[in-house]
C-alpha cells in the first residue's frame, strides 16, 4: 500500500516529529522509551523463567510467589515499586 520508505521521506518524517515535539521533549521521550523496554524485556525475562520453573517443578509442593520490585534503571528508586504475581485462579 504505502511501498518502501526512501531517505527523503524518512527524513520528512524526522523533521515533523521534531516540529511537533520540539527539541526539548525529544531526549526526555527517547528516555523514557528506554525505560519502557528495559522494563518490558525484564518482565518477558522473568515470566519466561517463571513458566520454565513452573513445568519442572511440581504441583503439589507449591509455595506463594514471593513479591519483587520491578526497577526502571539502575539506581531509579523513585520508578521503584513492589509487584504482586497474579495468581492463576482458572488451575485447580
Known amino acids: ?16 516529529i521534531i516540529l511537533l515535539f520540539g527539541a526539548k521533549k525529544l531526549p526526555d521521550m527517547a528516555r523514557s522509551l528506554g525505560k519502557s523496554a528495559r522494563i518490558l524485556k525484564s518482565e518477558a525475562k522473568a515470566m519466561k523463567e517463571e513458566g520454565n520453573s513452573s513445568q519442572q517443578a511440581p504441583a503439589s509442593n507449591e509455595q506463594p510467589p514471593a513479591q519483587r520490585t520491578i526497577k526502571a534503571a539502575p539506581g531509579d528508586v523513585t520508578s521503584s515499586r513492589p509487584v504482586n504475581e497474579p495468581t492463576d485462579s482458572t488451575q485447580r
Do not use: D, H, N
Open 1 to 16: 500500500m504505502f511501498g518502501r520508505l526512501g531517505a527523503p521521506e524518512i527524513i520528512l518524517i524526522l523533521v515533523v
